[in-house]
């Protein structure tokens, strides 16, 4: 997508745009397949509403009409305990990231306990001290040491395992959480932080979707990018990208032919690690920055006969703590309940349930990338019956499948913001005619890989000043 919004900006500003794709096709995570009649989502389906970036370039591509909202009874949580059933509660809707505004809430107190509400009512005395400013904070610091162990294992952990696959010690807070430091600062306390942000927020739920799916938005872009004169190239592998005078040549393998491309600038989209590998050739001191291996997904999706769903037992799904025995899942998402359009067309006892497997720290030996597909999806069968609390056989299921998303899920670790900005500077460095974006720097979401894409490709077309004449790539 980072791609494709770049090409997208480069072309309005008049620029001749290649785009190069290794796969059958373009898009990254967002994409769709059609599956027991339905069609569905394989990646993305859903983007934050706390920006309007996605409705915008919805508008923009005439999909604003299919923007809608998901159901309004929200998430559980899966906590640890003897009986899974009894430790099994609605997550609380608000807050950021699972972070409460308000610790005495019951709803909260449900989740977190007596004892753990009382730990996170001191936020609002202890000093906020140096970790409103000091760097190198993670997630799980802020939150443990201003609102205790449960809020974090109990509320904060879980949405983070959904939301980024990794784990709040590992996160860097000032990425996954913009101005929620500088915010407690000023307000002086993280619950009063937390408030602050959300109510700063647009109306409405914190995300949204698309009525038949996102992989509309993909569809609809690469459309109007074809329309627009862009040149769309798939199973076009980039293997060299090196500097020839003051543009650059791209080498190429396709159907077994080698090709070498030139252009006035490049925009390198892809996954962090390849990104580096294509450019430390021609940027050697960008090698060191090479990212660590990011964790895969592995998603099943079922598709049931199960009347008893009709009651949407656990609202639009269920996030796993860490630590619940029996359950391999990360998430489940209902997605029947969650979304009324493909409720609608399901009909009465037929429901769509996705799992969600794989998070940073996983093991070989954890459910996941490794696990072949039959085995994710008996997996799969248990776990939706323990997290639904209704009973799910393979009698019961009219269709399923596995889609799995390599080193799809970059996460934003301690130093992420110091280590984008020392990127940066290597790429400005060495030429005004290169841009690199994508997940890896821009954090996850769509509203952050969008947003990132048009930055850094408005700022190539305004160092470039080429006019109608420019070939970017």
């Known amino acids: 997508?980072?791609?494709?919004?770049?090409?997208?900006?480069?072309?309005?500003?008049?620029?001749?745009?290649?785009?190069?794709?290794k796969s059958e096709r373009f898009g990254g995570t967002v994409d769709g397949r059609s599956l027991g009649g339905f069609r569905l989502d394989s990646g993305a389906e859903s983007f934050s509403t706390r920006s309007a970036t996605v409705p915008t370039l919805a508008a923009e591509l005439g999909l604003a009409e299919r923007i809608v909202a998901p159901d309004a009874t929200g998430a559980w949580v899966q906590l640890p305990g003897k009986s899974l059933s009894a430790s099994a509660q609605?997550?609380?809707?608000?807050?950021?990231?699972?972070?409460?505004?308000?610790?005495?809430?019951?709803?909260?107190?449900?989740?977190?306990?007596?004892?753990?509400?009382?730990?996170?009512?001191?936020?609002?005395?202890?000093?906020?001290?140096?970790?409103?400013?000091?760097?190198g904070v993670s997630l799980g610091e802020l939150v443990r040491t201003r609102m205790g162990e449960e809020v974090l294992t109990r509320l904060v952990a879980p949405v983070a395992g959904g939301v980024f696959s990794a784990n709040p010690d590992d996160l860097d807070v000032d990425s996954v959480a913009p101005g929620l430091r500088s915010t407690m600062g000023r307000v002086g306390s993280l619950g009063a932080a937390a408030g602050a942000l959300r109510a700063a927020a647009p109306a409405g739920a914190?995300?949204?979707?698309?009525?038949?799916?996102?992989?509309?938005?993909?569809?609809?872009?690469?459309?109007?990018?074809?329309?627009?004169?862009?040149?769309?190239?798939?199973?076009?592998?980039?293997?060299?990208?090196?500097r020839a005078g003051a543009g650059w040549s791209v080498t190429t393998e396709h159907s077994g032919l080698t090709r070498r491309i030139g252009a006035d600038a490049v925009v390198v989209a892809t996954e962090g690690r390849s990104a580096v590998d294509l450019l430390a050739p021609a940027l050697p001191s960008l090698a060191g920055e090479r990212p660590d291996?990011?964790?895969?997904?592995?998603?099943?999706?079922?598709?049931?006969?199960?009347?008893?769903?009709?009651?949407?037992?656990?609202?639009t799904g269920v996030l796993v703590a860490r630590g619940v025995e029996g359950v391999a899942a990360k998430a489940l998402t209902h997605s029947t309940a969650k979304w009324a359009w493909l409720r609608d067309q399901a009909g009465p006892g037929s429901h769509v349930l996705r799992l969600s497997f794989g998070r940073v720290g996983d093991s070989p030996a954890d459910v996941g990338l490794g696990s072949p597909d039959d085995v994710l999806y008996r997996h799969a069968l248990a776990d939706a019956s323990t997290l639904l609390d209704v009973a799910i056989g393979e009698a019961d299921v009219l269709d399923w499948d596995v889609v799995r998303w390599a080193g799809a899920?970059?996460?934003?670790?301690?130093?992420?913001?110091?280590?984008?900005?020392?990127?940066r500077s290597i790429v400005a460095a060495a030429s005004d005619s290169l841009a690199v974006t994508g997940g890896w720097l821009a954090g996850t979401g769509?509203?952050?890989?969008?947003?990132?894409?048009?930055?850094?490709?408005?700022?190539?077309?305004?160092?470039?000043?080429?006019?109608?004449?420019?070939?970017?790539l």
């Open 206 to 242: 914190a995300v949204g979707g698309l009525a038949g799916g996102m992989a509309q938005l993909r569809d609809a872009l690469v459309e109007r990018l074809r329309a627009d004169g862009a040149d769309l190239r798939t199973r076009e592998q980039v293997s060299v990208v090196t």
């Open 293 to 315: 291996p990011v964790p895969g997904v592995a998603l099943v999706t079922l598709i049931v006969d199960v009347p008893e769903l009709d009651a949407r037992p656990r609202g």
């Open 1 to 21: 997508m980072a791609g494709l919004v770049a090409a997208r900006t480069l072309l309005a500003r008049g620029m001749n745009v290649m785009v190069l794709e």
């Open 90 to 135: 609605p997550l609380p809707n608000s807050g950021v990231l699972g972070i409460p505004a308000d610790p005495s809430d019951p709803a909260i107190t449900a989740v977190i306990g007596r004892a753990g509400s009382l730990r996170a009512a001191l936020d609002r005395v202890l000093p906020v001290g140096s970790l409103a400013t000091r760097s």
């Open 409 to 423: 899920l970059p996460h934003a670790s301690v130093g992420h913001r110091e280590r984008v900005a020392r990127i």
């Open 446 to 472: 769509l509203v952050a890989v969008i947003d990132d894409a048009r930055a850094r490709a408005t700022a190539l077309a305004d160092a470039l000043d080429l006019g109608s004449t420019a070939d970017p």
